[in-house]
């Protein structure tokens, strides 16, 4: 749960005194200041005073994670020692306990990349406290200034917790709205009028916010040293045309494909690969599922270390980037993205520019691009939300993007195609791809403490004895047959409604995991309420504003780190790379 610096509000009555506190909410409160603390706020104060000169606006800080990957709460930056990806994991549970953990306590300590899937030891790296953000509040004290307006969907807003409105505040992503029914189906939000008997629709996110959004899934920049020529971990493989000009460079005349295989290695694999010696099992594409490197922190789990690999609900909403030059104005390239077998295409005709959206067999509309000449291009082409969108140089030419549904009873299970859901294919084209990323849509559970999917396995003979992982080697198994993994996925049920009111709101956490947030509430302490609201609903009155800004992530330790304690590195400089409008 992200609680955040306290508050109190004049708009509520003082809840009566507290109970024992959690865990969780003694790392939410404000810890004694530290020489580093005094550092960083000397360093951002000039900063600050600048930002908020003549704005109504109020600074937080992020304790812990329930809406990683947008804030980090307290939190380690790995950079993996296999691909050179820089990611980050979660220190904020048991924050206390963290602190005084004792040199072989912290030796065990251990995290997972999100690009490659290798386990990292951790232990003692540094542990950075949660961004610092700045709050706009007049939007909401005064909605009908120039400027302001809101709430809306998809702001991240903070707000007064309503179990305890007088102590503590949180920080989450509005999703559902006033007069609205809202449920939750397989990873996304739909909504329809409150009490109406209308079907319900899918809430779609503005392009911003689903960039923003979007977790990694694969950087081709980044491949781990040990699979470097080793062609049977190539995620991405050429056919029919293409071949690889250098690294993460492909090129094509004529015709070919260039196709993505979600080929990472099983715990087990890793650990031969490392050893060099023989793979206990041939590599296999495995689904693409909602993995958060932010939750792989090992420690937090001593008891089964394998639950940090227990991200088991399939995504199939992606989105892909990469720079594409055109040699020659001639021939068409198709980018292609697939869902539940479904093939989702954007052809674009590179001598006259014209691009056409296809979701299976149904045109969805064509749009002039800027790709008539030689040279370089910027593209994203992503299946989000029943939405196809493209961006070309940052120009969207299919506007919001093209939405698509589904005829009742279609499949939504993932199928065999999906172990290889996305392509770039030439026609008569002459062309250079680089730059490929991949990365998915946020799926949002049914509850923040389980998966939709948990993939159950039984111990085959002299599995334990072979090695602690192989839980999870089931899993990979399971993930690498959609035929075993479909019949689970397409028994997840929808929640039930959740029926907002006027004036009142639905939050819910990016990390949806491991966030605290409207699904989970209770009704904790109501005496300040004379409306009876719901457990999911956060009346307006409670809300403070809206995130806008991280002006302080964290100091960047650089050589030569001298330690001055065990998480504060000297020198070091401002992150400049994360210091970012919120969105």
Same mark, same amino acid.
């Given at each position: 749960?992200?609680?955040?610096?306290?508050?109190?509000?004049?708009?509520?009555?003082?809840?009566?005194?507290?109970?024992?506190?959690?865990?969780?909410?003694?790392?939410?409160?404000?810890?004694?200041?530290?020489?580093?603390?005094?550092?960083?706020?000397?360093?951002?104060?000039?900063?600050?005073?600048?930002?908020?000169?003549?704005?109504?606006?109020?600074?937080?800080?992020?304790?812990?994670?329930?809406?990683?990957?947008?804030?980090?709460?307290?939190?380690?930056?790995?950079?993996?020692?296999?691909?050179?990806?820089?990611?980050?994991?979660?220190?904020?549970?048991?924050?206390?306990?963290?602190?005084? +953990?004792? @040199?072989?306590? %912290?030796?065990?300590?251990? =995290? $997972?990349?999100? &690009?490659?899937?290798?386990?990292? #030891?951790?232990?003692?790296?540094?542990?950075?406290?949660?961004?610092?953000?700045?709050?706009?509040?007049?939007?909401?004290?005064?909605?009908?200034?120039?400027?302001?307006?809101?709430?809306?969907?998809?702001?991240?807003?903070?707000?007064?917790?309503?179990?305890?409105?007088?102590?503590?505040?949180?920080?989450?992503?509005?999703?559902?709205?006033?007069?609205?029914?809202?449920?939750?189906?397989?990873?996304?939000?739909?909504?329809?009028?409150?009490?109406?008997?209308?079907?319900?629709?899918?809430? +779609?996110? @503005?392009?911003? %916010?689903?960039?923003?959004? =979007? $977790?990694?899934? &694969?950087?081709?920049?980044?491949? #781990?040293?040990?699979?470097?020529?080793?062609?049977?971990?190539?995620?991405?493989?050429?056919?029919?045309?293409?071949?690889?000009?250098?690294?993460?460079?492909?090129?094509?005349?004529?015709?070919?494909?260039?196709?993505?295989?979600?080929?990472?290695?099983?715990?087990?694999?890793?650990?031969?690969?490392?050893?060099?010696?023989?793979?206990?099992?041939?590599?296999?594409?495995?689904?693409?599922?909602?993995?958060?490197?932010?939750?792989?922190?090992?420690?937090?789990?001593?008891?089964?270390?394998?639950?940090?690999?227990?991200?088991?609900?399939?995504?199939?909403?992606?989105?892909? &980037?990469?720079?594409?030059?055109?040699?020659?104005?001639?021939?068409?390239?198709?980018?292609?993205?697939?869902?539940?077998?479904?093939?989702?295409?954007?052809?674009?005709?590179?001598?006259?520019?014209?691009?056409?959206?296809?979701?299976?067999?149904?045109?969805?509309?064509?749009?002039?691009?800027?790709?008539?000449?030689?040279?370089?291009?910027?593209?994203?082409?992503?299946?989000?939300?029943?939405?196809?969108?493209?961006?070309?140089?940052?120009?969207?030419?299919?506007?919001?993007?093209?939405?698509?549904?589904?005829?009742?009873?279609?499949?939504?299970?993932?199928?065999?195609?999906?172990?290889?859901?996305?392509?770039?294919?030439?026609?008569?084209?002459?062309?250079?791809?680089?730059?490929?990323?991949?990365?998915?849509?946020?799926?949002?559970?049914?509850?923040?403490?389980?998966?939709?999917?948990?993939?159950?396995?039984?111990?085959?003979?002299?599995?334990?004895?072979?090695?602690?992982?192989?839980?999870?080697?089931?899993?990979?198994?399971?993930?690498?047959?959609?035929?075993?993994?479909?019949?689970?996925?397409?028994?997840?049920?929808?929640?039930?409604?959740?029926?907002?009111?006027?004036?009142?709101?639905?939050?819910?956490?990016?990390?949806?995991?491991?966030?605290?947030?409207?699904?989970?509430?209770?009704?904790?302490?109501?005496?300040?309420?004379?409306?009876?609201?719901?457990?999911?609903?956060?009346?307006?009155?409670?809300?403070?504003?809206?995130?806008?800004?991280?002006?302080?992530?964290?100091?960047?330790?650089?050589?030569?780190?001298?330690?001055?304690?065990?998480?504060?590195?000297?020198?070091?400089?401002?992150?400049?790379?994360?210091?970012?409008?919120?969105?």
């Amino acid at each position: 749960m992200s609680k955040i610096a306290k508050r109190p509000s004049p708009a509520v009555k003082s809840a009566p005194a507290p109970a024992e506190k959690t865990t969780e909410e003694k790392a939410a409160e404000k810890p004694k200041e530290t020489f580093r603390d005094m550092v960083d706020q000397i360093a951002v104060a000039i900063i600050l005073a600048i930002l908020i000169r003549g704005f109504d606006a109020e600074a937080f800080v992020i304790p812990t994670g329930s809406m990683a990957p947008t804030l980090k709460g307290r939190h380690k930056e790995i950079t993996c020692p296999q691909c050179s990806h820089v990611y980050t994991v979660n220190s904020s549970d048991d924050a206390e306990a963290y602190l005084i +953990r004792r @040199p072989e306590e %912290r030796k065990e300590e251990a =995290a $997972i990349c999100d &690009n490659c899937r290798y386990l990292t #030891p951790i232990g003692f790296e540094p542990s950075f406290k949660g961004d610092r953000i700045l709050v706009m509040k007049f939007p909401y004290e005064f909605p009908t200034l120039p400027g302001a307006g809101g709430p809306n969907r998809w702001d991240v807003v903070v707000f007064h917790y309503p179990e305890k409105p007088a102590e503590t505040n949180y920080i989450k992503r509005l999703v559902g709205m006033p007069d609205e029914d809202l449920r939750i189906q397989r990873g996304n939000v739909w909504i329809r009028p409150a009490g109406s008997n209308d079907a319900f629709r899918i809430a +779609r996110k @503005p392009l911003s %916010r689903q960039r923003a959004m =979007a $977790i990694m899934v &694969n950087d081709d920049s980044h491949r #781990p040293a040990l699979l470097k020529g080793k062609p049977e971990w190539a995620r991405w493989k050429t056919a029919k045309g293409f071949s690889e000009k250098s690294e993460g460079t492909f090129v094509v005349e004529g015709d070919g494909e260039l196709r993505y295989s979600n080929l990472i290695p099983d715990p087990e694999q890793w650990a031969a690969i490392a050893r060099q010696t023989s793979l206990p099992r041939p590599p296999r594409a495995t689904l693409i599922t909602d993995f958060y490197s932010y939750n792989s922190n090992t420690i937090n789990d001593r008891r089964d270390p394998t639950v940090a690999w227990e991200q088991t609900d399939w995504v199939g909403d992606l989105m892909v &980037n990469m720079d594409l030059k055109v040699e020659k104005n001639e021939g068409t390239v198709t980018l292609e993205l697939v869902e539940a077998g479904v093939q989702n295409r954007c052809e674009i005709d590179l001598k006259t520019g014209m691009a056409v959206m296809f979701h299976g067999d149904a045109k969805l509309g064509e749009a002039q691009t800027r790709m008539t000449s030689r040279g370089w291009y910027a593209l994203e082409f992503a299946n989000i939300d029943d939405r196809l969108t493209l961006t070309v140089d940052g120009a969207t030419p299919f506007g919001d993007g093209l939405e698509y549904i589904d005829a009742p009873g279609a499949a939504s299970a993932p199928t065999a195609e999906d172990l290889a859901p996305v392509a770039v294919t030439s026609r008569g084209a002459a062309v250079q791809v680089s730059g490929l990323v991949l990365k998915r849509d946020i799926y949002y559970t049914l509850y923040p403490s389980r998966p939709d999917c948990p993939i159950s396995v039984q111990p085959t003979f002299g599995s334990e004895a072979r090695s602690p992982f192989w839980k999870v080697v089931q899993q990979f198994d399971i993930l690498s047959d959609p035929a075993r993994f479909g019949p689970l996925f397409a028994n997840v049920e929808a929640s039930e409604p959740y029926t907002i009111r006027p004036d009142h709101f639905m939050m819910m956490g990016d990390n949806s995991p491991r966030s605290a947030d409207s699904r989970a509430w209770g009704r904790g302490d109501m005496s300040w309420d004379p409306d009876d609201r719901s457990r999911w609903e956060v009346p307006r009155p409670l809300l403070i504003g809206r995130a806008f800004f991280v002006y302080w992530p964290h100091g960047v330790p650089f050589f030569p780190k001298i330690p001055l304690s065990q998480d504060f590195l000297i020198p070091f400089r401002p992150y400049f790379e994360r210091m970012k409008p919120i969105r």
